[in-house]
C-alpha cells in the first residue's frame, strides 16, 4: 500500500499493489519504483497523474500474466518485454503514452539490466497532436450554466432560510414551541451549526468496539444528508458550483476546483462594480504557477440570456464577483468547522484518504462533477444516427475549450498554447481553418514586412570579378568581404553572410545564434545564383511537410521562410529554378535534411 499526496499536500490517495499476480520479487522492485516515482519533487503533482502511473504497472502485470515463462525478478525484463506489451495494447489508442509512463516509473526501478536500460532511451510514439475533443456549442453551453444556476439558487434559498430560522431562535425572536417535530428541527439545526453533523450516541458492538450512531429519532426528518445540508452544501451543489466557475471564468478545472476562499476586495466594499482578486495556483507551470485572477461584477456576454430584461442587475449568478461572493457566504461557517484555504466546500458520503463522510472540499480527482452531469439529465443539440437524444456529459476540461472557443482570448496561459487548445477541438472545424489561414497571413506578412534576402545575378558575380568596387557599393559591402563571398568562403546554407557578428538577431560582436532559414530575410545575406538549387530544394521540401504536418504547425513554423522561397524563385525566373532542380547534388540532399532535422540550430 502507497499513499500519495498532490504537491499541494491538500489531497492524498491509498494504491493497493495486493493485487498484483507477478512474481513477489518484480512486484516489490515496481512498488518501490512507483514509491521514487511519485515522491514530492520527482515531477508528479497531482494525483492525477499518479494514477496514470499506477495503471501503468498493472497493465504491465496484465501483460505478462499471458506469457508462459514470465519474469519474476526486475533482472529478467527484457527490451522485448517492452515491445510486447507495446503490441498488447496496440488495440489502443494511446498505448504509446501508456508504456512510456511504465518506461518511467520502470527508470526509477533498481537491479534495471543493460540491455533494458538500452531500449528504455528509446522514445515512444508522442502524444497525438489533434486529441479528440469538442467544446460544446453556444446553447449546449447555456443550457448548462443554468442548470447549475438552478442548483445553486435552491441551495442559496434553503440555507438563508435556514440560517435565519437559526438566527430568530439564538436571539429568542422565535418563542419556544410545544410541537415536538418542531423542537427537533431547532436541535438539529443548532447542532449542524455547531458540529457539522447530527446529534449521535455511542454503542457498544463487541468487545472494545465503539462507534458512533445517529439517534433514531433524527430519521424522522430525513436522512443525515439532507438534515446537514438544511446549513451546508451537499457535494452535488459544490459539484455545480465548480462547473459555474469554470463556465464564467474558463480556468483549468483543478485551478478551480482548489479556488481559495482568501481574497482582495479591489472596490473596497465601496458599492461600485465589485471586482475581487483571488491568488490562484497551477502547479504545472512550474515558478509560473502562482497567478491572480480578478472576478469582476460584469456579465459575461455569453452568460445573458435572450431576454437581457429578464436579468436582474444584482443576479449574483451572471457574474464571477456575485458567483464568488454568494460561494463565499454559503460556505463560511463549513470552511470554519473543516478549516483550510479552499472555497468549494460541502457534504461529502465519502471522504479520501479513509476520512469517511462529512464536510470536505471537493476532491480534483472526485467523480461529483460527472455525477452531476448525469442527474441533470442534459442532451446534445445533435440527435444520434437513429435519430435519438444524446445526453450532455459535462466536463471542466471542455468548459474551458468552449470558453476560449467563445471569447477567442487566452486564459492563464499563452496565444500559442491558445491555438493548441483551438487545434485540438474538433466541435468547430471552421473555427479551426480560420486561426490557421488567419496564422498563414500573419506569418507571411510578418517574412515579407522584413524583406526577402538581397539576391545577386549572374551578371552582377561575373561584374564583380572584373570591378569589384563598384559592385561592393552597390551591394553595401566592402572589397575584401565581397571577394570571400565571390569565393564561396562565407556561405551558410541559403545564402552567403556579409557580418555573422553585426546582424540584429544576438548581441554585437557575437556570432550570430539565429536558425539559417533567418538567413532569408536579413540584412546581412545576399543570396548568390550558386544557392539557388538549395532554395528550390528547400521550397519543395517545406511544400511535403505541408500535407505530412498539422496546418497550424506548418504555418507557425514554415509559412513565413516558405513565402521568402517563393519570392526568391520568382525572381530568377522559371527556366533558372527548372535547371536548378536538374543541378542538386547529393551534398544539396543531405544539406537541407540536417536543416529541417534542426541538426544545425545552436542548443
Known amino acids: 500500500m502507497v499513499r500519495c499526496f498532490s504537491q499541494d499536500g491538500e489531497e492524498c490517495k491509498d494504491y493497493d499493489f495486493s493485487s498484483l499476480t507477478m512474481a513477489a520479487g518484480l512486484r516489490d522492485a515496481l512498488v518501490a519504483a512507483f514509491v521514487k516515482r511519485t515522491a514530492p519533487g520527482a515531477g508528479l503533482t497531482s494525483l492525477e497523474s499518479m494514477n496514470k502511473s499506477r495503471r501503468a504497472v498493472f497493465l504491465f502485470d496484465r501483460y505478462v500474466s499471458t506469457l508462459s515463462w514470465p519474469?519474476?525478478?526486475m533482472v529478467h525484463v527484457m527490451p522485448e518485454h517492452i515491445d510486447g506489451m507495446l503490441k498488447h495494447r496496440a488495440h489502443v489508442a494511446r498505448s504509446g503514452q501508456e508504456?512510456?509512463?511504465f518506461v518511467r516509473v520502470l527508470a526509477r526501478a533498481e537491479g534495471v539490466g543493460e540491455r533494458l536500460a538500452g531500449r528504455m532511451e528509446v522514445p515512444f510514439a508522442p502524444r497525438p497532436d489533434m486529441e479528440p475533443k469538442a467544446s460544446y456549442s453556444r446553447a449546449e453551453f447555456k443550457r448548462i450554466a443554468e442548470a447549475a444556476r438552478k442548483d445553486l439558487r435552491v441551495a442559496a434559498a434553503r440555507i438563508r432560510a435556514n440560517r435565519e430560522t437559526l438566527r430568530q431562535i439564538r436571539a429568542g425572536e422565535i418563542t419556544s414551541c410545544g410541537d415536538i417535530r418542531v423542537q427537533e428541527r431547532w436541535r438539529l439545526l443548532d447542532s449542524v451549526d455547531r458540529l457539522g453533523d447530527v446529534p449521535r450516541t455511542?454503542?457498544?458492538s463487541g468487545p472494545g468496539k465503539e462507534n458512533l450512531s445517529q439517534q433514531r429519532w433524527i430519521t424522522r426528518h430525513g436522512t443525515v444528508k439532507e438534515i446537514i445540508c438544511w446549513l451546508h452544501l451537499s457535494s452535488d451543489e459544490v459539484a455545480a458550483a465548480a462547473v459555474l466557475l469554470g463556465v464564467l471564468t474558463g480556468e483549468n478545472p483543478e485551478v478551480i476546483l482548489k479556488t481559495p476562499a482568501t481574497h482582495h476586495r479591489a472596490d473596497g466594499y465601496s458599492g461600485a462594480a465589485g471586482t475581487a482578486i483571488v491568488s490562484l495556483r497551477k502547479l504545472r507551470r512550474g515558478r509560473r504557477a502562482y497567478m491572480d485572477l480578478a472576478l469582476t461584477e460584469v456579465p459575461d456576454w455569453i452568460s445573458i440570456p435572450d431576454q437581457p430584461d429578464e436579468v436582474s442587475a444584482k443576479d449574483e449568478l451572471h457574474t464571477?464577483?456575485?458567483?464568488?461572493?454568494?460561494?463565499?457566504?454559503?460556505t463560511a461557517r463549513s470552511r470554519t468547522l473543516v478549516g483550510g484555504p479552499r472555497l468549494l466546500v460541502g457534504y461529502s458520503q465519502s471522504g479520501g484518504c479513509g476520512q469517511g463522510r462529512g464536510l470536505r472540499p471537493i476532491p480534483a480527482s472526485g467523480p461529483q462533477v460527472g455525477r452531476r452531469s448525469k442527474a441533470w439529465g442534459l442532451t446534445a443539440d445533435a440527435a444520434d444516427d437513429e435519430d435519438q437524444p444524446v445526453p450532455l456529459v459535462v466536463r471542466l476540461d471542455l468548459l474551458r475549450l468552449t470558453?476560449?472557443?467563445l471569447h477567442q482570448r487566452p486564459v492563464a496561459h499563452s496565444e500559442q498554447t491558445m491555438r493548441t487548445y483551438l487545434v485540438?477541438?474538433?466541435g468547430n472545424?471552421?473555427?479551426y481553418r480560420k486561426v490557421v489561414a488567419d496564422t498563414l497571413a500573419s506569418e507571411v506578412a510578418h517574412a515579407r514586412a522584413r524583406g526577402a534576402v538581397a539576391v545577386m545575378s549572374a551578371a552582377d558575380v561575373e561584374r564583380a570579378r572584373t570591378a569589384p568596387e563598384a559592385v561592393a557599393a552597390e551591394q553595401g559591402l566592402d572589397v575584401p568581404t565581397l571577394t570571400r563571398m565571390i569565393a564561396g568562403r562565407l556561405d551558410t546554407v541559403v545564402a552567403a553572410c556579409s557580418d555573422h557578428t553585426g546582424g540584429t538577431h544576438g548581441q554585437v560582436g557575437q556570432p550570430c545564434p539565429a536558425s539559417f532559414l533567418v538567413c532569408l530575410g536579413c540584412e546581412c545575406a545576399r543570396a548568390l545564383p550558386r544557392h539557388l538549387p538549395v532554395q528550390v530544394l528547400l521550397h519543395d521540401r517545406l511544400e511535403e511537410r505541408r500535407e505530412q504536418m498539422g496546418a497550424l504547425t506548418w504555418a507557425e513554423r514554415f509559412a513565413g521562410p516558405h513565402a521568402q522561397l517563393a519570392d526568391i524563385m520568382n525572381e530568377h525566373g522559371e527556366a533558372a529554378v527548372h535547371d536548378a532542380r536538374h543541378d542538386l547534388t547529393d551534398g544539396d540532399q543531405a544539406l537541407v535534411g540536417r536543416l529541417l532535422n534542426r541538426e544545425l540550430d545552436l542548443r
Not at 464571477?320 to 454559503?330: D, N
Open 71 to 73: 519474469p519474476t525478478a
Open 99 to 101: 508504456v512510456a509512463e
Open 202 to 204: 455511542v454503542r457498544v
Open 320 to 330: 464571477a464577483f456575485g458567483l464568488y461572493v454568494l460561494l463565499h457566504e454559503l
Open 403 to 405: 470558453f476560449i472557443e
Open 424 to 426: 485540438r477541438n474538433r
Open 429 to 431: 472545424v471552421k473555427e
